[in-house]
Structures are given as structure tokens and as C-alpha cells.
């Protein structure tokens, strides 16, 4: 892939408050970023140099008929962040949880602190572990 077109789908990721909206599924987002050279931006850069080899992340989420499925490719290193993704649409119905696992850096597919969330794209299958546990 080269550069420009690389850049383009990065720009659309960040700039989509919903990406699946775009990239239509969780397999086309990993399947774009497998193909994406670069780690992290250019802004992210020093923070995402700092991960440790093994980061820990988590995922916040509403779930409306409890946790069924995927657990989808978008993470947070700060645990915070997930709290306000799970808690955001509560008003909507449903139960808040987080999940929490680890994931060796170099499964990460991109790191962008672009939104201010300190997101980690990963491929479910590269987590060394998942739990979940209900936000109170």
C-alpha cells in the first residue's frame, strides 16, 4: 500500500466517531491495518516508544443482551478512556463492562493518541488474555 493511501484510511479511522460506519466491519479495519507499515503517527510516536513489550489495554463497551461476540479490534491503553466508552450510551439501555487483557507491543497493528483515547488497533486472536468485568 503506499503512503498516501495508507494515510488516507489512518485520517478516516481517526476522524470517524463510528469507523464501521466506513470500513463497513472489525475484519476489514485489522485487514487495512495489516497492510499499513507504520506503528503509530508521527504525534503518538514517543508515547507509544514508551509501551511496554507487553501492554496492558482495555475496552469499554454497552452491551444491550449481555457480552456476545466479538470483542472488536479498538483499544485503550488508559483505563479511563474505556470507563467513558462503556458509560457513554447508558442512557440508551444496556449493561456497561470493561474489558482488560495484554497484548505483546509488537501485535499492536497502530497506535494513535489522536483523539485523546491512547488507542491500541489489535487483533482479538493477538490478546495474551481477555476478562471482563461490569462498570458500577
Same mark, same amino acid.
Not at 497492510?35 to 508521527?42: G, I, L, N, R
Not at 503518538?44 to 457480552?67: F, I, M
Not at 491503553?77 to 442512557?91: G, I, N, Q, S
Not at 463492562?97 to 497502530?110: A, M, Q, R, S, T
Given at each position: 500500500? /503506499?503512503?498516501?493511501? #495508507?494515510?488516507?484510511?489512518?485520517?478516516?479511522?481517526?476522524?470517524?466517531?463510528?469507523?464501521?460506519?466506513?470500513?463497513?466491519?472489525? @475484519?476489514?479495519?485489522?485487514?487495512?491495518?495489516? @497492510?499499513?507499515?507504520?506503528?503509530?503517527?508521527e504525534?503518538?510516536?514517543?508515547?507509544?516508544?514508551?509501551?511496554?513489550?507487553?501492554?496492558?489495554?482495555?475496552?469499554?463497551?454497552? #452491551?444491550?443482551?449481555?457480552l456476545?461476540g466479538?470483542?472488536?479490534?479498538?483499544?485503550?491503553?488508559?483505563?479511563?478512556?474505556?470507563?467513558?466508552? #462503556?458509560?457513554?450510551?447508558?442512557?440508551t439501555?444496556?449493561?456497561?463492562?470493561?474489558?482488560?487483557?495484554e497484548? @505483546?507491543?509488537? /501485535?499492536?497493528?497502530?497506535?494513535?493518541? #489522536?483523539?485523546e483515547?491512547?488507542?491500541?488497533?489489535?487483533?482479538? /486472536?493477538?490478546?495474551?488474555?481477555?476478562?471482563?468485568?461490569?462498570?458500577?
Amino acid at each position: 500500500m /503506499n503512503k498516501q493511501t #495508507a494515510q488516507e484510511g489512518i485520517d478516516t479511522y481517526i476522524e470517524t466517531e463510528f469507523p464501521l460506519t466506513i470500513f463497513k466491519s472489525w @475484519d476489514v479495519v485489522m485487514g487495512f491495518f495489516n @497492510d499499513v507499515e507504520q506503528k503509530t503517527d508521527e504525534e503518538s510516536q514517543e508515547q507509544y516508544d514508551k509501551l511496554p513489550s507487553v501492554v496492558k489495554v482495555y475496552r469499554g463497551v454497552l #452491551a444491550k443482551d449481555g457480552l456476545k461476540g466479538s470483542v472488536g479490534v479498538s483499544w485503550t491503553t488508559d483505563r479511563k478512556v474505556a470507563e467513558m466508552f #462503556a458509560l457513554r450510551l447508558k442512557p440508551t439501555g444496556g449493561e456497561p463492562y470493561i474489558y482488560e487483557g495484554e497484548v @505483546d507491543k509488537e /501485535n499492536i497493528l497502530y497506535f494513535t493518541n #489522536a483523539r485523546e483515547e491512547s488507542e491500541a488497533l489489535i487483533n482479538p /486472536n493477538d490478546m495474551l488474555w481477555i476478562d471482563f468485568k461490569e462498570v458500577e
